[in-house]
């Protein structure tokens, strides 16, 4: 894998981050020779970490970054923060599970990719002596922009991102794998597996059709008019604008209809 540069905001350096454990993202300008630049604060949450491109484009609100968006060309880093204290060898086999899952994620996103005929993802380690000495593990995201076109998308992208580090989504090999892709919920699920299992029955429905639900306005306005509590899930549950609301609830209607008279084909 690749290895690039990371310049950090002084205010936001993962060092001074308080928290540890879970996955955490930050925007990233496009590189020079090499080395990325921080653009923005980090998120636990997907969804305010989305939200970053309402706060561009809202024109009632000063951007308080350095550097603005791109929407070019989609870039990002995913952090993972342990406790300094934790030993060599732990954290050196804590990295190697993070290594295994970024590789489960751009694989099923590299299918997902294939199937729509968009850019594939491509992933980098950030090379730093200073992040390993504080226990801080980092890789860069390089997608298509197409995953950035709404707010929606954006959020399934980085749900599958996550998911992967379940055991259940890191065997596909292909489109057919993830189709047939069916997990039954545990007690302790994260949200994550929960939003996943409304999700599923739905998302080729939408990927199907994304070109009608998310390609018929620009970047700036699906994010304009949307916060960054407008993700996935909120689609699936029917919250949505009025256009890609109702578009949406047609594919629904057709995936449900479809799947109700096969139960009564085999009920019968």
Same mark, same amino acid.
């Given at each position: 894998?690749?290895?690039?540069?990371?310049? /950090?905001?002084? #205010?936001?350096? @993962?060092?001074?981050?308080?928290?540890?454990?879970?996955?955490?993202?930050?925007?990233?300008? @496009?590189?020079?020779?090499?080395? /990325? *630049?921080?653009?923005?604060?980090? &998120?636990?949450?997907?969804?305010? /970490?989305?939200?970053?491109?309402?706060? !561009?484009? #809202?024109?009632?609100?000063?951007?308080? +970054?350095?550097?603005?968006?791109?929407?070019? &060309?989609? %870039?990002?880093?995913?952090?993972?923060?342990? %406790?300094?204290?934790?030993?060599?060898?732990?954290?050196?086999?804590?990295?190697?599970?993070?290594?295994?899952?970024?590789?489960?994620?751009?694989?099923?996103? #590299?299918?997902?990719?294939?199937?729509?005929?968009?850019?594939?993802?491509?992933?980098?380690?950030? *090379?730093?002596?200073? !992040?390993?000495?504080?226990?801080?593990?980092?890789?860069?995201? *390089?997608?298509?922009?197409?995953?950035?076109? *709404?707010?929606?998308?954006?959020?399934?992208?980085?749900?599958?991102?996550?998911?992967?580090?379940?055991?259940? /989504?890191?065997?596909?090999?292909?489109?057919?794998?993830?189709?047939?892709?069916?997990?039954?919920?545990?007690?302790?699920?994260?949200?994550?597996?929960?939003?996943?299992?409304? !999700?599923?029955? +739905?998302?080729?429905?939408?990927?199907?059709?994304?070109?009608?639900?998310?390609?018929?306005?620009?970047?700036?306005?699906?994010?304009?008019? &949307?916060?960054?509590?407008?993700?996935?899930?909120?689609?699936?549950?029917?919250?949505?604008?009025?256009?890609?609301?109702?578009?949406?609830?047609?594919?629904?209607?057709?995936?449900?209809?479809?799947?109700?008279?096969?139960?009564?084909?085999?009920? &019968?």
């Amino acid at each position: 894998m690749k290895k690039v540069k990371i310049n /950090f905001m002084i #205010n936001n350096h @993962p060092t001074t981050a308080y928290s540890y454990g879970g996955v955490r993202f930050s925007w990233l300008t @496009p590189p020079k020779k090499n080395t /990325f *630049s921080q653009i923005t604060n980090w &998120h636990s949450c997907r969804e305010t /970490f989305v939200g970053e491109f309402n706060k !561009l484009y #809202n024109k009632n609100r000063k951007w308080p +970054y350095k550097y603005e968006l791109s929407i070019t &060309h989609m %870039r990002f880093m995913v952090m993972h923060k342990y %406790r300094s204290h934790m030993a060599v060898k732990s954290f050196e086999s804590k990295c190697s599970d993070n290594f295994k899952w970024i590789k489960h994620a751009k694989r099923i996103l #590299n299918i997902l990719e294939k199937y729509l005929g968009w850019r594939l993802t491509t992933v980098y380690k950030c *090379s730093n002596d200073e !992040l390993i000495r504080h226990k801080i593990d980092i890789f860069v995201i *390089s997608g298509s922009a197409k995953w950035l076109r *709404s707010p929606q998308l954006l959020s399934l992208y980085l749900l599958i991102l996550r998911l992967s580090k379940d055991k259940n /989504f890191q065997t596909q090999k292909n489109i057919e794998d993830i189709k047939k892709l069916n997990i039954c919920l545990k007690d302790d699920d994260s949200r994550d597996t929960l939003f996943w299992k409304t !999700l599923r029955p +739905y998302l080729f429905g939408i990927l199907d059709n994304v070109n009608d639900l998310f390609f018929y306005q620009s970047t700036e306005n699906s994010h304009k008019n &949307h916060n960054g509590t407008h993700g996935i899930d909120k689609l699936i549950k029917g919250s949505s604008n009025k256009i890609t609301g109702e578009i949406f609830c047609k594919i629904k209607n057709n995936i449900d209809n479809k799947k109700n008279k096969e139960k009564c084909k085999n009920v &019968h």
